[in-house]
């Protein structure tokens, strides 16, 4: 999987944990839905836990964990599913404030709008990466310099802009 | 193996200017009489391998095999009021689409 | 230092017909041309699938269809400038086949286009403030309004302000542009519902409260197409500036609960139905009390800015009635004719509402050339201070028109074959494209319109028999509305042949109602000799002042029923 942040592809510092592999020590991981509750009882309380969850998951499921999660994984089990900026907008609403990562085969032409909606990065397949490269999506970022929609993150919002005033 | 009932050509739509296209012996034609006909179930599997290699290559979208009837002159026509209707344009307007170069030719 | 609101009204001297860009929305609009022109360039190369790109070309109005791609233009709540028309008409010529098909929800579509030009006429079009962003796709599409805005004399406000606002609220929306189907909104602001609001995804009812507040009559769940359903009313009043927060719960609960698992139940109307309304209003006013309103609450400033974009042309003040129309309908019986059929009421003393008809006999249904469109935005800037509008029924309407000139207006109509006197009676038919065009057509649908049209060519004979709305759907996608019609036609397919439906009693006004299917399909032949029985039907069993639809409903279906059973039975061959 490639990761994109900022409009350039990373490294990733957190580490996908197979459901069959033991909870480590220590390390940034990201572990899967069903092991959560175990994970967060077994580990500290530092925030390099981290849990990937179906763009169907209820927020309310989440809740008691989000101030110990340092990042949320939610899946795009396909790019036409929008459910998953819901959910993060959700999230976000509900206090989150760690990394929020959109994982599936997002397109570049997706980037403002989940950057809109509280994603911090996206995860995506390498064979979809090879296509898309980092100037696509650097592009995508700049191609929405402004938007009208007003709460959501990301750039500046038009009616903001319109109440801006001119001093004389 | 589905069982192979009629003669079959390969339709599609021109990725540039989304005009429908028919594969024929040396690619891809705008007019269905010179479209290569399966008569049999491999060669059409041959002619979907074709398209499928030329939707890879962004040169067409929406591939398929129509059935056709063949004419004594061995020219095919499509068997669906469907496929008929695009490989003349719209019965509205004769004076459009491929029926238009063809001065109305069936 | 003196702070100055850039969002000063843009009134000036000059009226504005409609709602203009600022440099943001300028701006807006360039960004996306550049875009999509970025789009067909990886598209090409191989960089976006087609699987990938689709979204983003349906995002961008353009479809591909039967014979060629289709563009599918935006007319925001039907309302254009003659500058816009012209540019439409120019954009017909140089790209496409000189003319232009004008569609039920208000659009204009372009039949020919090809992907190479599509960036380059998305230019032409932001040069004229108009684009064709979410006229497709799994997103908020044309926000459609009464073509009678402004100017009904049963209006209690004007819709179009608020189809503005949210024209810009929906445009590429971050959290709902990848919804489970598309979405239309519609918004009526007059005592009779001519924007067929109950048949909307959401439909929008202007409303006053008792101490004078506007506010909105919401109903949901509304649709056409394979199941078709009446709307239901969510919440009766909401006040104005509770509104966009209102549509965004409901478009959340939308995206994350309707159905993705099959693309013929994904729309609202079946979240709706399976959920039940009283549910789904639970979860919306959940929603809603958990949003922090104070985020994007309405700004009153911002749609005070906006309405003001649609404040009345300056009106001349005149008489209420005109003796030159008087003495020249006594002069010239067919411009009486026009005008009987054609020509409605103003709340401005003086002035007609004067409906276009694209339905000339034996012609395809909302079809323009690009000579007409010329002629048509000639009309609107000689009589009715440049402005037209696009109604849902597929006619042009010139909003604006003084009584004394509606001859002179009439000889200009009726040189450019424009003056068909047929407005809302049987020849008056909406129709889709059909199979003529459209890939997911089973059925062509404008032949059958033509013939219909061409069986009742005598006028007296229409005018006989008055308002009848026929609406014709080439599949069961029901673009054409058939549904809503007073008699309703669908194409599909028989045995390998089109074979046509009727359906009777269909209504898409505030006393909503879908049609009954009236028996088994007939074939394209028959279906002028069925629609004629009908008619002769009604004329012999009305009442005074009854239309089609009223008839029926006195009667009720099994009498049409009946009747469709003894043709049969005299071996009439349906």
Partial sequence: MALISDGRFIDDGWR????????????????????????????????????????????????????????????????????????????????????LRASGRLVADQYAHAIGCGFDAIEIPDDLADRQDEEQWRAALNAASISYQRGYAGRGSILEARRGTVRS | MAVFKHPQILVASNLTDGEVLFLGPSGWER???????????????????????????????????????????????????????????????????????????? | ?????????????????????????????????????????????????????????????????????????????????????????????????????????????????????????????????????????????????DHFAGV??????????????????????????????????????????????????IGLRIVKSDSGDIGYQV???????????????????????????????????????????????????????????DEIRAAVDAEFAAMDRSVFSHDPAEFERIAGFFAPPPYDALPATSASLRAAKLDTPAFANFVDVNVGAHKIPGYAIVTVSLKPIGGVPGDATSEQMRVLADASERFGFGE???????????????????????????????????????SDIISCPGLDYCSLATARSIPIAQAISKRFSDMSRQRRIGKLGVKISGCINACGHHHVGAIGILGLEKKGQESYQITLGGDPTFSASIGEILGPGVTADQVPDVIEHLVDFYLAEREEGEAFIDTWRRLGHARFKDLWRREGEDGADI
């Fill in chain 1, 16 to 99: 996908r944990l197979a459901d069959e592999e033991a909870l480590p020590k220590e390390g940034k991981i990201i572990v899967s839905l069903p092991r959560l509750e175990h994970a967060l009882e077994t580990l500290g309380q530092q925030s390099t836990l981290g849990v990937i969850v179906p763009n169907t998951t209820e927020p309310s499921a989440l809740a008691q964990a989000l101030p110990r999660l340092g990042l949320i994984s939610i899946s795009f089990p396909s790019f036409a599913d929008g459910r998953g900026f819901s959910l993060a907008r959700l999230l976000r609403r509900a206090g989150f404030m760690g990394e």
């Fill in chain 2, 31 to 106: 007019d269905h009489r010179r479209a290569r006909v399966a008569q049999a179930a491999d060669e059409a599997a041959a002619l979907e391998a074709l398209g499928k290699r030329d939707i890879s290559a962004n040169r067409v979208v929406d591939v398929y095999l129509a059935d056709v009837e063949l004419g004594r002159d061995g020219a095919p026509t499509p068997l669906h009021y469907r496929e008929r209707m695009r490989v003349k344009g719209p019965s509205v307007r004769l004076d459009l689409g491929k029926q238009a170069a063809d001065g109305g030719a069936p």
């Fill in chain 3, 1 to 145: 230092m003196t702070a100055v609101d850039l969002r000063a009204p843009q009134r000036r001297n000059a009226p504005t017909i409609s709602y203009r860009y600022d440099e943001y929305d300028a701006a807006f609009v360039r960004e996306r041309v550049a875009e999509f022109r970025d789009q067909v360039r990886r598209r090409l190369s191989g960089a976006l699938t087609e699987e990938e790109f689709r979204p983003f070309r349906l995002m961008n109005g353009l479809y591909l269809q039967l014979h060629a791609y289709m563009l599918r233009v935006a007319i925001p709540y039907g309302t254009l400038t003659a500058r816009q028309m012209r540019r439409l008409a120019d954009i017909a010529d140089r790209w496409d086949k000189g003319y232009g098909h004008f569609t039920t929800r208000q659009n204009l579509q372009y039949n020919w286009p090809k992907l190479v030009d599509t960036p380059d006429i998305l230019e032409a079009l932001a040069d004229v403030e108009m684009h064709a962003i979410q006229t497709s796709g799994n997103c908020i599409r044309n926000v459609t309004a």
């Fill in chain 3, 152 to 201: 009904a004399p049963d209006e209690i406000e004007d819709p179009r302000p608020t189809a503005e606002f949210l024209r810009q609220w929906s445009s590429l929306h971050p959290e709902f542009s990848f919804l489970p189907r598309k979405f239309k909104i519609a918004v009526t602001g007059a005592a009779h519902d001519r924007a067929a609001i109950m048949v909307h995804d």
């Fill in chain 3, 219 to 277: 109903v949901v769940g509304g649709g056409l197409g394979r199941s078709p359903f009446i709307g239901k009313v969510v919440r009766d009043f909401v006040p104005r500036e509770d509104l966009l927060a209102f549509l965004e719960a409901i478009m959340r609960v939308y995206n994350r609960f309707g159905r993705r698992d099959n693309k013929y139940k994904a729309r609202v109307k079946i979240l709706v139905h399976e959920k039940g309304i």
């Fill in chain 3, 388 to 426: 037209l509008r696009v109604s849902h029924e597929q006619n042009i309407i010139l909003p604006h028109v003084k009584q004394d000139d509606l001859f002179a207006l009439w000889r200009m109509l009726d040189a450019a074959g424009l003056a068909t006197a047929n407005a809302g009676l049987v």
